[in-house]
Nanobody
Framework: QLQLVESGGGLVQPGGSLRLSCAASGVTLDDYAVGWFRQAPGKERETISCISSSEGRTYYADSVKGRFTISRDNAKNTVYLQMNSLKPEDTGIYYC???????????????????WGQGTQVTVSS
């Protein structure tokens, strides 16, 4: 069974950087599309970034484009989210999720995507 574990969150000042990791076990993660999602207080879950299984397609929400980068390290069976120039509005719980259907990951439907991690807290504050 596919298991996903997020790590790398924490407290950072505005303008700082963090790198989130989504480590998989049980399957080869490069067979799946992977997305990062954010749950901010009082807001709906938002799709932040996605990466396809093999074609190199990526997606970024307008709010993070140019600041965040999603990438894979297949040797480590891990997907990363490099977050630079962080803003207070980036605060939230970040989840990674995986599914064989890239379009489904783009949608971020919580009941339709097959696999979700437990989340990692990111707090951007001075």
């Amino acid at each position: 069974q596919l298991q996903l574990v997020e790590s790398g969150g924490g407290l950072v000042q505005p303008g700082g950087s963090l790198r989130l990791s989504c480590a998989a076990s049980g399957v080869t993660l490069d067979d799946y599309a992977v997305g990062w999602f954010r749950q901010a207080p009082g807001k709906e879950r938002e799709t932040i970034s996605c990466i396809s299984s093999s074609e190199g397609r990526t997606y970024y929400a307008d709010s993070v484009k140019g600041r965040f980068t999603i990438s894979r390290d297949n040797a480590k069976n891990t997907v990363y989210l490099q977050m630079n120039s962080l803003k207070p509005e980036d605060t939230g719980i970040y989840y990674c999720a995986a599914d064989s259907d890239y379009e489904l990951v783009l949608l971020g439907a919580p009941t339709l995507i097959d696999y979700w991690g437990q989340g990692t807290q990111v707090t951007v504050s001075s």
